[in-house]
Nanobody, 126 residues
Framework: QVQLVESGGGLVQAGGSLRLSCAAS????????MGWFRQAPGKDREFVAAISRGGNSRSYADSVKGRFTISRDNDENTVYLQMNSLKPEDTAAYYCNARRRRVGVPSPALDEYEYWGQGTQVTVSS
């Protein structure tokens, strides 16, 4: 089992940047594929980005492609989400996720993820 703790959220103006971090407990972090999802008030949780176990394969939602970058440091048990050129529509709670199956694939499928963090709020003002 793994525990996930997100940090780095906050209030930023449109066009600004934030870097989210997700620290994982345990010594098997490199066994998990990781992902970021987000949920805005009144909306369903949606995929943002994912990365494979080794970090060599990544995928992004079309809405963030070219602006967001997912990365991981297996030595530090941490996954990151660098968010640039932020827009008001990026406002949401952002959640870090982990899964132990199909770890070579950066899956966007919500139901494949087994573990979730508590979320960190990102608010982008116009």
């Amino acid at each position: 089992q793994v525990q996930l703790v997100e940090s780095g959220g906050g209030l930023v103006q449109a066009g600004g940047s934030l870097r989210l971090s997700c620290a994982a407990s345990g010594r098997t972090f490199s066994s998990y594929a990781m992902g970021w999802f987000r949920q805005a008030p009144g909306k369903d949780r949606e995929f943002v980005a994912a990365i494979s176990r080794g970090g060599n394969s990544r995928s992004y939602a079309d809405s963030v492609k070219g602006r967001f970058t997912i990365s991981r440091d297996n030595d530090e048990n941490t996954v990151y989400l660098q968010m640039n050129s932020l827009k008001p529509e990026d406002t949401a709670a952002y959640y870090c996720n982990a899964r132990r199956r199909r770890v070579g694939v950066p899956s966007p499928a919500l139901d494949e993820y087994e573990y979730w963090g508590q979320g960190t709020q990102v608010t982008v003002s116009s």
